[in-house]
């Protein structure tokens, strides 16, 4: 049962222009979400999180956008650079039940910047 | 400040063995979380240890296991070991709070052939 899904394995983007990844989940129980973006031979690197009581969280060229009632949210990367090709994992907790320590995630979007 | 380390970074093992993976976790996080990479699965949770004890267990078989020591450094075991068991193996460290973000480590890469 995958309750965050990223239905998009891959997403090809020019430099310069807006990348958005895209990510759902399905347990209404998740109530803080996480991008993490990943090269190879590394470890998932934290990009950026938003609350469920908020709609968007903004932090430089990335914004995380939540909308709680279709329980999707999205990356934008504006604009979008060459270093950032990459695995971006989408992740969720249910922080009010304690269980922060347990981050959900999903497959994983691999995002190719072309210059 | 040190990042998280985990070692070994490469493992080949074969069928029927047991591994031992280690990971110490950034200076002054008591929080150590495991975490299963595979190709079809993407990320699973394995658990979670704080102050010695685990916290929290994801849904993966008995022959998955942990510990952690006083100094915060943890290992994850597993034995009797299977074909599906090659993956990449992370480890994520935090303070341990509830608002506390995980930082992760390069990984160890385990093959069982």
């Known amino acids: 049962d995958q309750q965050v899904k990223q239905n998009s394995p891959s997403l090809s983007v020019q430099e310069g222009r807006i990348s958005i990844l895209n990510c759902d989940y399905t347990n209404s129980m998740f109530d803080y979400f996480l991008w993490y973006k990943k090269y190879p031979a590394e470890g998932p690197t934290f990009l950026i999180s938003?609350?469920?009581?908020?709609d968007k969280n903004e932090d430089g060229r990335f914004t995380v956008f939540l909308n709680k009632s279709a329980k999707h949210l999205s990356l934008h990367i504006v604009p979008s650079q060459p270093g950032d090709s990459a695995v971006y994992f989408c992740?969720?907790?249910?922080?009010?039940?304690?269980?922060?320590?347990?981050?959900?995630f999903g497959k994983g979007t691999l995002l190719t910047v072309n210059p | 400040k040190a990042g998280v380390t985990q070692t070994p970074r490469y493992l080949i093992k074969t069928r029927g063995q047991q591994v031992t993976l280690s990971c110490s976790p950034i200076s002054g996080h008591r929080s150590v979380s495991w975490y299963q990479q595979t190709p079809g699965q993407g990320l699973q949770f394995l658990f979670e240890y704080f102050s010695e004890t685990q916290r929290n267990k994801g849904n993966f078989p008995g022959r998955f296991s942990g510990r952690q020591f006083s100094n915060s450094r943890s290992e994850m075991n597993v034995s009797t070991l299977e074909l599906g068991d090659s993956a990449l193996y992370l480890c994520a460290s935090s303070l341990g709070q509830v608002t506390n973000e995980q930082f992760f480590g390069p990984g160890t890469r385990l093959t069982v052939l």
């Open positions: 992740a969720a907790s249910a922080r009010s039940g304690g269980s922060n320590y347990k981050l959900t």
């Open positions: 938003i609350s469920s009581i908020k």
